[in-house]
């Protein structure tokens, strides 16, 4: 205001003299004028130029004020974008469900289904599968009646395993941990549910479940001390040809007064174990832990030793030759508590009756092992038959490794790895819980209520809809098609429910999206709703993709989808030599038998473990290793002199009294073989006995040769390795005998066909449908032979003068009796020599009866044309008719009707 009084002062004073000089000088007028003017202009110029100094002063004032209010519009902007995550958050979570659904689905249709298939296994299909024989055993193939002779050696201990079958381990488990652990699971055994039990022979007064890794100290200390013992760990790994071996049982069984002796038994079935075919299922041990020291009335714990080569049921040879576990201990007493007793799985066995109520509960930590599943090594095992490998799901998938360091087996770790989804790289995958179930039940080999009592309660528990949950079908399905159908139709229904979902939800969102655009007249929001959601679907199903890619290209995809992964173990092998197209002559089928020496071909594998020294363990071939082993020296040191062409005269004749059989790489048939093949093969022993280097290097070869016959990689019928098996032949042949010359020649490949077809072929005629009407046999009796008799031989012994049964002679008694053990498990004594004939071995061309009804009636003479391992044969009917498998029980050699029970 002050400024505006002094400028209108200013300009009152320039006007009075702007006057006063106007009318005293008119001259000077314009000049004043513009001076006037110019004073004016440069009055306003400065007067506008403090305004607006005056107005940048305050609007930076309130510029500053303003900054210090929150920003209104990046509120709204932050606010729409979490508005949009949370409406797309439904959809991106009902997409992700139907992509895990549909993943699932495909990955069981391409990959599981195929494999569900391979691991079946039928009887038809394990008749060619064999790697062993049906042996029969009784009580002359007990290998032990002491029980100090199970205590396992410092060095040796494959060789005692192979022997017995079982050895016990000193202090496995420390006394702290012993004590700790038995408190536990005494205090659980209160708890146990139904659901929890597993199931028991003789269940009453006994219970038995799983137990996880990490639930409980002691649990983790007793696996820690189990997986770090220096005896049980390189036994574990050499016993299974694995240097990190599968876990796959983690139990506890406890007992107590009132408990009845269970019935004698193997762990795993003889028709799917290692014992007949080590090449199609593994070989497993079991460790039994008392936790208390056991006594005999507590129920301990009784062996079969040696019984794990046995096909046959033992329970009357058992019981009269059982070996207490009690007898182990100190002055046979007791059994120690943390003492463990190793035990094949195959070995016959039981837990005997707790008696005395004064004693205190029975209680047995129990893990079991068996070798990784090794695709890469050509191993096509699986899961034995029988045994139910009881564990908790979330134990499935571990290793004896695992064992070392349980806090990796916790929750999720423990989850991830028995589903098979995600393992450390530094770790070794065992058996997963997927893997286990499918074996399992593809075979048959869960229980009847698995699916409706156990897996069902599973589902219910984790809150999935009964409505998505597939049908069950009746009993009359196979347990494999139960399992696939209900498996199919629960993930096609999820399927089909999720897509239903996100279909409806969808068009929802999309419904609302256009009433929104219409309401506030928002024309853009509609198409950029729509491609916000594309790009978030793109993403979800770009990741889908390739996690499935990854699936595919992984080692296991690639092993599922070429059919490497549960390949058959033995493929449709051609002829490649000479030599093998004319076995069908030279060299007869026939069923083994004890004394027989088995030379093997279908072993010969590192992941077999010690079951690549089974044969040496069969009653003939120790008795030739025996004398081999006593004689090498002799023969190093005179091999070239006349000397031991006098020694070979009167020596060898003895040693080859017996039967020499080789097994068919092609069948799995064993065959006879020759004076000179017999004789060729002494020589052969003695030179590996007597020159160490000799042994490996053979060993070696069968090992490459079993590759390059059954190996994946030449399956394809492939050019080099069948030049390799002969070049492999031709050094085998130059290491025995040097001197010898060959020739390289190039034969023809033909086609697998059975041994002697073009004989049988010969026998037959056009017949009808219906069966034709047989004579009973009109050949004549074969001649009763006056033999002499030795301990181990294998004889028939008339009963009641009826019928024949068969056994082996126990013992020579005095004035030329014997004593008779038969394989029902019963003992003869004092039996004459007039009542027993040798048993003859069911031979390829011997000449016997057929029998359609049971008790070896209605039956029809016929020639043995096959023998197969199994004990069956092969037989070509007078009239022509062919039986391709004739068990045991329905056929028989004239003179004598067997006893019809004892195959029954």
């Known amino acids: 205001m002050q400024a505006n009084q002094e400028e209108k002062k200013s300009e009152e004073e320039a006007l009075r003299d702007y006057q006063e000089e106007a009318s005293t000088d008119d001259e000077h007028g314009v000049e004043r004028d513009l001076l006037l003017l110019r004073t004016r202009q440069e009055q306003i110029r400065d007067f506008l130029a403090a305004e607006s100094s005056e107005d940048e002063s305050s609007d930076s004032q309130t510029v500053t004020e303003e900054v210090k209010q929150p920003p209104v519009k990046r509120q709204t902007f932050s606010s729409s974008r979490w508005v949009k995550c949370l409406i797309d958050l439904p959809l991106i979570v009902i997409m992700t469900s139907w992509l895990l659904c549909s993943g699932c689905l495909t990955l069981y249709h391409q990959f599981y289904e195929p494999l569900f298939d391979r691991a079946q296994r039928t009887d038809t299909d394990l008749l060619h599968e064999y790697t062993y024989y049906e042996r029969h055993c009784n009580q002359y193939d007990i290998s032990t009646h002491t029980a100090s002779d199970l205590l396992l050696p410092e060095r040796g201990g494959v060789s005692h395993m192979l022997q017995h079958g079982a050895a016990v381990i000193p202090q496995v488990l420390t006394k702290d941990t012993v004590e700790e652990l038995r408190a536990y699971i005494m205090h659980r055994n209160a708890g146990v549910t139904d659901r929890e039990a597993y199931p028991v022979s003789q269940g009453e007064s006994r219970v038995s479940y799983g137990i996880d890794a990490t639930e409980h100290p002691a649990v983790t200390q007793a696996l820690k001390e189990v997986a770090e013992h220096p005896l049980l760990r390189p036994l574990l790994q050499e016993l299974l040809g694995d240097v990190d071996p599968a876990v796959a049982e983690i139990t506890a069984i406890t007992s107590w007064a009132g408990a009845v002796s269970q019935v004698w038994h193997p762990d795993t079935k003889s028709d799917g174990n290692a014992l007949k075919f080590a090449r199609t299922y593994s070989h497993s041990y079991s460790l039994f832990l008392p936790l208390q020291n056991v006594t005999e009335r507590m129920g301990a714990t009784d062996l079969c030793p040696g019984t794990h080569y046995c096909a ?251 059919g490497r992964y549960l390949m058959r173990p033995f493929p449709a092998v051609t002829l490649q030599h000479q030599s093998e197209k004319e076995l069908s002559v030279r060299m007869p089928t026939t069923l083994p038998q004890r004394t027989d020496v088995l030379i093997g071909t279908r072993y010969d594998a590192p992941f077999l473990g010690s079951y690549d020294q089974w044969l040496d363990f069969h009653p003939g071939n120790m008795r030739l290793i025996q004398w081999t082993k006593q004689n090498a020296g002799f023969y190093k040191s005179n091999h070239n002199s006349a000397l031991w062409s006098l020694f070979e005269e009167s020596q060898l004749k003895d040693l080859e009294k017996g039967r020499f059989l080789l097994q068919d790489y092609r069948t799995g048939d064993w065959r006879i073989m020759s004076e000179s093949q017999k004789r060729k093969r002494i020589r052969h022993e003695l030179q590996e006995r007597a020159y160490g280097i000799l042994r490996e290097l053979q060993r070696s070869i069968r090992c490459l040769m079993a590759d390059l016959r059954f190996g994946f990689q030449c399956r394809g019928n492939s050019r080099m390795c069948t030049e390799s098996q002969e070049s492999l032949r031709q050094w085998e042949d130059t290491l025995f005998e040097p001197t010898s010359v060959y020739v390289k020649t190039r034969s023809n490949t033909t086609h697998l066909t059975l041994p002697s077809l073009l004989r049988v072929k010969s026998f037959l005629r056009p017949i009808n449908d219906r069966r034709t009407s047989r004579k009973r046999s009109s050949m004549p009796p074969q001649s009763v032979h006056d033999e002499t008799f030795k301990v181990g031989d294998l004889v028939w012994c008339i009963h009641d003068n ?103």
């Open 802 to 904: 009826t019928s024949w049964y068969p056994g082996t002679v126990l013992q020579e008694q005095p004035h030329g009796h014997f004593t008779i053990a038969y394989n029902d498990g019963t003992v003869d004594y004092e039996v004459q020599p007039s009542r027993l004939r040798p048993q003859e071995p069911v031979t390829q061309g011997d000449r016997v009866l057929g029998c359609y009804s049971d008790e070896f009636r209605d039956c029809y003479p016929g020639v043995i044309e096959r023998v197969w391992p199994s004990g069956g044969v092969m037989i070509v009917f007078e009239d022509g008719d062919v039986e391709w498998h004739m068990t045991p029980d329905r056929f028989y050699k004239e003179p004598f009707a067997y006893a019809w029970e004892y195959y029954a």
């Open 312 to 562: 046959n049921d033992l329970d009357a040879v058992c019981e009269a030759n059982k070996l207490g576990l009690h007898l182990a201990g100190p002055q046979g007493q007791y059994f120690p508590a943390g003492h463990g007793a190793l035990i094949n799985q195959h070995v016959w066995h039981r837990g005997s009756a707790h008696t005395d109520p004064e004693a205190p509960h029975r209680v047995v930590f129990i893990v079991s092992f068996l070798a990784r599943p090794r695709v890469h090594a050509n191993d096509a095992r699986q899961l034995s038959r029988g045994t139910y490998f009881h564990q908790k799901w979330n134990m499935w998938g571990h290793t004896l490794r695992d064992l070392q360091d349980a806090s990796s087996m916790r929750w999720p770790f423990s989850v991830l790895r028995a589903l098979s989804l995600w393992k450390p790289r530094t770790r070794h995958w065992g058996y997963d819980l997927v893997t286990a179930v499918y074996m399992r039940f593809s075979n048959g080999q869960l229980e009847d209520e698995d699916l409706p009592l156990r897996f069902l309660p599973k589902l219910k528990d984790l809150g999935f809809p009964k409505f998505l949950q597939g049908r069950l079908l009746s009993r009359r399905a196979s347990q494999k098609q139960r399992w696939q159908f209900f498996l199919r139709e629960t993930l096609e229904k999820t399927r089909d429910f999720l897509t239903r979902v996100n279909l409806w939800t969808h068009g929802i969102y999309l419904a609302c999206l256009f009433l929104v655009a219409l309401v506030r007249w928002q024309p853009r929001l509609v198409p950029t709703t729509i491609f916000r959601w594309t790009q978030t679907h793109a993403i979800l199903v770009l990741i889908a993709t390739g996690v499935y890619m990854r699936i595919l290209q992984s080692q296991w995809g690639h092993d599922v989808t070429s």
